[in-house]
């Protein structure tokens, strides 16, 4: 059993730099992930609120669209 957590553990590992790689790859290509219109940033003061809704609602939808073509190529 520990043998099946340490395998699960590394390919959640591997996932997230390959995540990661992309993100990187995205922001050189000049894609504003972050900086999309309905992104909400505010300052008041010491305090500062960040919540990107646009960004996530792209990344979900483009992450949902990849996962369903992957199910399909592998059915």
């Known amino acids: 059993m520990g043998s099946q957590l340490g395998k699960w553990i590394m390919v959640a590992g591997l996932a997230l730099v390959v995540v990661g790689g992309l993100f990187w790859l995205l922001a050189r ?38 996962i369903n073509l992957l199910q399909r190529l592998l059915k």
């Open 29 to 66: 290509a000049g894609l504003p992930l972050g900086r999309l219109p309905g992104d909400f940033h505010f300052e008041r003061g010491n305090l500062t609120c960040f919540f990107p809704l646009a960004s996530m609602l792209l990344l979900s939808l483009l992450i949902t669209l990849a």
